[in-house]
């Protein structure tokens, strides 16, 4: 099946600076991918997404950069501020049925 | 406050029961989707439901069934309980087709004992 991984579990950073977490993608036909935050005892949120035809998309503070070469997603977040503290799941669809292979997830922790 | 609203928040049960979660899909979304959320995971696709038909569904047994009603709210059943069911059951609904965009509910937390 689809394997969606993240490399870095956990990523710690001081608020203010920027924060890049990274995902990789086994799928090449995959079209579309969604970056979800997910905070404790709550349900994943939309955060940005991108179609295979882009390679870069920003949105209010966040970039998502896709690397189809290397089937490689990153999440980038500026200015990274407590509220951002949370765990960030990368997630792609292969197929027609709006079916999504999400990853494992990176806990982001901000330190004031 | 996406719209998505799930039913229980939290439940246990014991293992060979059976137990039903439900669902209400945001606003004019008509599709649902089911993912089952272990600690410390990222959710899985359990199965999708569009016009009150399955369309797609995941690596899950048989005894994971669901329904969609004409409103477009869904239920999740699950027969047989396994200590492994325990998890974070999330509903989230979409349009089938368009942006692709899900909007997750808060979840259903299963307990099995």
């Known amino acids: 099946g689809e394997s969606v991984g993240l490399h870095l579990p956990t990523l710690s950073v001081q608020e203010g600076d920027n924060s890049i977490i990274n995902c990789a993608y086994s799928?090449?036909?995959?079209?579309?991918f969604i970056w979800y935050k997910q905070e404790s005892g709550k349900g994943p949120q939309f955060i940005i997404d991108?179609?295979?035809?882009?390679d870069k998309r920003q949105g209010q503070r966040v970039t998502v950069l896709l690397n189809k070469t290397v089937k490689h997603l990153s999440l980038q977040i500026a200015a990274t501020q407590p509220g951002d503290s949370a765990v960030y799941f990368c997630?792609?669809?292969?197929?027609?049925?709006?079916?999504?292979?999400f990853g494992s997830g990176t806990k982001l922790n901000v330190k004031p | 406050e996406t719209g998505v609203t799930q039913s229980p928040t939290h439940l246990i049960k014991t293992r060979g029961q059976q137990v039903t979660l439900r669902c209400s899909s945001q606003?004019?979304?008509?599709?649902v989707s089911w993912y089952q959320q272990a600690l410390g995971q990222g959710p899985q696709f359990i199965f999708q439901?569009?016009?009150?038909?399955?369309?797609g569904r995941g690596n899950f047994p048989p005894r994971f069934s669901g329904l969609q009603f004409p409103n477009y709210s869904s239920e999740l059943n699950v027969n047989a309980l396994e200590l492994d069911d325990s998890a974070l059951y999330l509903c989230?609904?979409?349009?089938?087709?368009?942006?692709?965009?899900?909007?997750f509910g808060e979840g259903s937390r299963l307990t099995v004992l």
């Open positions: 606003s004019g979304h008509n599709t």
């Open positions: 799928n090449s036909a995959s079209d579309y």
């Open positions: 997630a792609e669809r292969a197929d027609n049925f709006n079916k999504f292979y």
């Open positions: 989230a609904s979409s349009f089938p087709t368009g942006t692709g965009e899900l909007f």
């Open positions: 439901y569009y016009r009150e038909e399955e369309n």
């Open positions: 991108i179609r295979s035809n882009m």
